[in-house]
């Protein structure tokens, strides 16, 4: 089998830069190098996710009277973050980054849609009432493509990013995240998000 490889751009949205609504501190400096790296012509596929919540979202703290951002509630059984309304549909912040070149990109996974679930992964949703993890489309789509390889950046590193990866190891692909072109929303985070990802056989690499 050929190998093929698709650059995976995760969530590079106005929304995670520093002065977003949801800011990720140093997001905006990810920017410039993702698109060089983009515009390289290394890769055979490239997709963009996009984070894109309709107004009221269940993610969103407003959504749960007396909670705030960043506080935690269970839903469906899981633990959910509640965030600052963020990536609402339609808005400046949940467009697509203007320094993301969109002639490079082959394609566009908007996640999070559903108003009653989350969605961190560009492959699966998070859990829904019946307790499943309903599919994007995006593995189906690269599959098709003929991917086998795929390079994960973006945004953010402990959430987005990493269930991205994770999933995308689980769909069977050789995954390689670009932890340099990442950042956190939790600094603190790093030790268990890498310890999560090598256990998912991620391989954690710098550009």
């Known amino acids: ?8 751009v995760v969530d590079l949205q106005p929304d995670f830069m520093p002065g977003g609504a949801l800011p990720v501190a140093e997001g905006d400096q990810l920017v410039s190098p993702i698109r060089d790296l983009l515009m390289s012509g290394r890769f055979d596929v ?11 979202h ?3 703290a407003s959504s749960h009277a007396g909670m705030a951002p960043y ?3 269970t839903l469906y059984g899981h633990e959910q973050v509640l965030w600052p309304d ?5 808005t400046a912040g949940a467009a697509l980054h203007e320094g993301l070149p969109l002639e490079w990109v082959d394609a566009i996974i908007r996640k999070g849609n559903d108003p009653a679930v989350d969605s961190y992964s560009g492959f699966r949703n998070n859990w829904n ?3 499943d993890r309903p ?3 995006l593995a189906g789509l690269l599959k098709e493509r003929g991917t086998t390889h795929l390079l994960v950046c973006g945004l953010a590193r402990d959430y987005c990013v990493k269930w991205t990866a994770e999933d995308a190891a689980e769909a069977g692909f050789k995954v390689r995240l ?3 072109l990442t950042r956190p929303v939790d600094r603190t985070s790093d030790d268990r998000v890498r310890e999560a990802l090598t256990a998912k056989g991620v391989a954690i690499v710098s550009e």
């Open 71 to 73: 506080d935690t509630t």
């Open 86 to 90: 963020h990536c609402v549909q339609g």
């Open 58 to 60: 269940v993610s969103f």
């Open 1 to 8: 089998m050929s190998i093929r490889t698709a650059l995976l």
């Open 129 to 131: 009432v019946m307790g």
């Open 178 to 180: 670009l932890w340099d």
């Open 135 to 137: 599919p994007t489309g």
């Open 46 to 56: 490239v997709v963009a996710t996009q984070d894109w919540h309709p107004p009221g």
